[in-house]
């Protein structure tokens, strides 16, 4: 379900982008039909919207329909693509830890609940770096857009988000479990290649 629900998000914001920047025609030649059988969303509807209020029509009944109306923009405002794409992937992480809450099994629960809390704390590493180069945040800008869930202590998240420059960022990150956890795999990665030469 996380999984398909991560596709569906990525196509919804496809299509919009594609909206937003005048060539809504264009998500046509996107579409994955392979896609087609394990999804709730109407790709063919999809491909064939022009307008916000189309795409609010071929998405009603989805879970994503009514994060999708608070975001309808007025006359001829842009569709405000990061804050939407923010709202939907928080939506979709709030989901999973309510399932993995829900687990009697303790071992099992916390097993799942620290696979995904790297991988959203790497989702959230990865928006500050984003929102810091391309729209030069302030850190209570940045912060208010990170998902509200992880590993990551507040400090931590506070120190990353003020930091100057993207390299700090980098630099920060190295000395959190997720730094380290990335430096195993990459000596992993190198220790196998290594071995296969």
Same mark, same amino acid.
């Given at each position: 379900?996380?999984?398909?629900?991560?596709?569906?998000?990525?196509?919804?914001?496809?299509?919009?982008?594609?909206?937003?920047?005048?060539?809504?025609?264009?998500?046509?030649?996107?579409?994955?039909?392979?896609?087609?059988?394990?999804?709730?969303?109407?790709?063919?509807?999809?491909?064939?919207?022009?307008?916000?209020?189309?795409?609010?029509?071929?998405?009603?009944?989805?879970?994503?329909?009514?994060?999708?109306?608070?975001?309808?923009? *007025?006359?001829?405002?842009?569709?405000?693509?990061?804050?939407?794409?923010?709202?939907?992937?928080?939506?979709?992480?709030?989901?999973?830890?309510?399932?993995?809450?829900?687990?009697?099994?303790?071992?099992?629960?916390?097993?799942? *609940?620290?696979?995904?809390?790297?991988? $959203?704390?790497?989702?959230?590493?990865?928006?500050?770096?984003?929102?810091?180069?391309?729209?030069?945040?302030?850190?209570?800008?940045?912060?208010?857009?990170?998902?509200?869930?992880?590993?990551?202590?507040? *400090?931590?998240?506070?120190? $990353?988000?003020?930091?100057?420059?993207?390299?700090?960022?980098?630099?920060?990150?190295?000395?959190?479990?997720?730094?380290?956890?990335?430096?195993?795999?990459?000596?992993?990665?190198?220790?196998?290649? *290594?071995?296969?030469?």
């Amino acid at each position: 379900d996380f999984i398909i629900s991560k596709m569906e998000i990525e196509q919804i914001m496809r299509c919009l982008t594609l909206m937003n920047t005048g060539r809504p025609q264009e998500y046509v030649y996107n579409v994955p039909l392979s896609l087609d059988k394990f999804t709730e969303i109407n790709l063919k509807g999809l491909a064939s919207v022009k307008t916000y209020d189309d795409v609010l029509e071929v998405l009603k009944g989805t879970k994503y329909f009514s994060i999708l109306q608070k975001f309808r923009p *007025k006359d001829e405002e842009k569709i405000k693509i990061a804050d939407l794409e923010i709202q939907l992937t928080n939506e979709q992480y709030g989901r999973v830890f309510e399932i993995i809450a829900k687990s009697k099994n303790k071992s099992d629960r916390d097993e799942i *609940k620290d696979i995904f809390s790297a991988i $959203l704390d790497f989702e959230n590493v990865s928006r500050i770096l984003r929102l810091k180069k391309y729209y030069n945040f302030s850190a209570v800008q940045i912060k208010e857009k990170l998902i509200p869930y992880g590993k990551l202590r507040e *400090k931590t998240i506070d120190e $990353l988000c003020a930091s100057e420059t993207v390299e700090d960022v980098f630099e920060r990150s190295r000395s959190t479990y997720l730094g380290k956890l990335m430096s195993k795999l990459q000596y992993n990665d190198r220790t196998q290649i *290594k071995n296969a030469l």
